[in-house]
């Protein structure tokens, strides 16, 4: 691995610890296979690339499969696993987006709703901001619906080929 890839392998793990909420080996496994060209890679290539123990790999690999960031494949005549990023991580990290958005809505509009019946002069005082914020929010939900819909259709695209 050249050293501008590993400079950029640390760079992802760190996004990818924020972002996603992942351990530091996770992300480093999470960040190894998405950079590395191969369609996948044994459990003993990640040990080497991680250079941490086999059972600590073992765990991080069974969190990411669990969360659904990675998957495995077997080869004709092979008991070896070889794992490979999952394929559709981009639709599941968007569609994680899409909850937080509905959910952050949902919260504003309780707080609406209590201010409507109590009045509340704080939440007023701000209603132009929360107004802005609530739009802003909207835009982003139907933002990710639309790439979702133009990433399923190149996909489809793909599978036809």
């Given at each position: ?146 790439y979702l819909e133009k ?11």
């Open positions: 691995m050249s050293l501008s890839q590993k400079a950029l392998e640390n760079e992802l793990s760190k996004h990818f610890m924020e972002s996603l909420h992942l351990s530091p080996l996770e992300s480093r496994i999470y960040s190894f296979l998405l950079l590395c060209p191969k369609p996948g890679h044994t459990f003993d290539e990640i040990v080497e690339n991680s250079e941490s123990s086999k059972s600590s790999v073992s765990t991080a690999l069974n969190r990411l499969l669990d969360l659904g960031k990675i998957e495995f494949f077997t080869k004709e005549g092979e008991r070896k696993r070889y794992f490979k990023l999952s394929k559709n991580y981009l639709e599941s990290n968007l569609r994680k987006t899409q909850k937080m958005i509905m959910a952050e809505l949902d919260i504003f509009k309780k707080v609406q709703e209590f201010s409507d019946k109590k009045g509340s002069i704080e939440i007023e005082k701000r209603a132009d901001f929360r107004d802005l914020y609530t739009n802003y929010l909207k835009h982003q939900y139907e933002n990710i619906e639309t990433m399923n259709a190149i996909i489809k695209t793909y599978e036809n080929k």
